[in-house]
């Protein structure tokens, strides 16, 4: 059944709600005199335009502001969603996304497209939350027959990763980096290691 805007964002405060603790743990950084709380964490269901984001066929999408980087946004494209399955597996992978944003602010590729980084380090950088959100937001559990859970979250990846530049090298760059990358126990997350 087909999710409702009103539905959506009632199960996404919820969520956001369970997980805030852990978000600011990982992405906070107190100061010693109680100081400022790094990064805030916004989820919002709204229907998605055509191009939104560039492939246009995301369930969900996690952006930073343009002026204030350090404000987190998920976007759940509830128009986009076949049911409430779907938006609890997006909301698991763009909740990956938005922690491994704040490790990565400082040492990744990933905020840097345009700059002067090569287009391989950026698309490793990449590959690898993808390889990451997949591992976690439980669509790979049960892999469709015929498939082990590996190829299930390399075939995910390579979704996400079909926009340019990382298109024509999608595979490789996730070949390259999935030992680093894959998380297999969940409960047990590392840190974004690159
Ligand atoms: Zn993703």
Same mark, same amino acid.
């Given at each position: 059944m087909r999710v409702t805007q009103t539905e959506c964002q009632r199960k996404a405060n919820d969520f956001l709600s369970e997980n805030w603790r852990e978000f600011s743990k990982h992405c906070g950084n107190w100061g010693t005199f109680g100081g400022d709380f790094d990064y805030d964490l916004r989820i919002t269901c709204k229907a998605c335009e055509r191009n939104e984001p560039e492939n246009g066929r995301a369930s969900g999408f996690t952006s930073c502001e343009e002026k204030n980087n350090k404000n987190i946004f998920i976007i759940i494209c509830v128009n986009r969603l076949a049911d409430l399955n779907e938006l609890d597996r997006t909301l698991r992978h763009e909740y990956q996304h938005s922690k491994d944003i704040c490790s990565c602010?400082?040492? %990744?590729?990933?905020?840097?497209?345009?700059?002067?980084?090569k287009d391989k380090d950026y698309c490793e950088d990449r590959a690898c939350m993808e390889i990451r959100a997949y591992s976690v937001?439980?669509? %790979?559990?049960?892999?469709?027959?015929?498939?082990?859970k590996e190829q299930c979250i390399k075939d995910g990846a390579k979704r996400s990763l079909n926009?340019?530049? %990382?298109k024509e090298i999608a595979e490789r760059v996730i070949d390259a980096v999935w030992e680093e990358c894959y998380i297999q126990d969940p409960t047990n997350r590392p840190p974004f290691p690159r």
């Open positions: 602010k400082q040492k %990744c590729k990933i905020t840097s497209q345009g700059s002067n980084e937001d439980g669509g %790979c559990d049960n892999p469709p027959p015929g498939k082990t926009t340019d530049p %990382c």
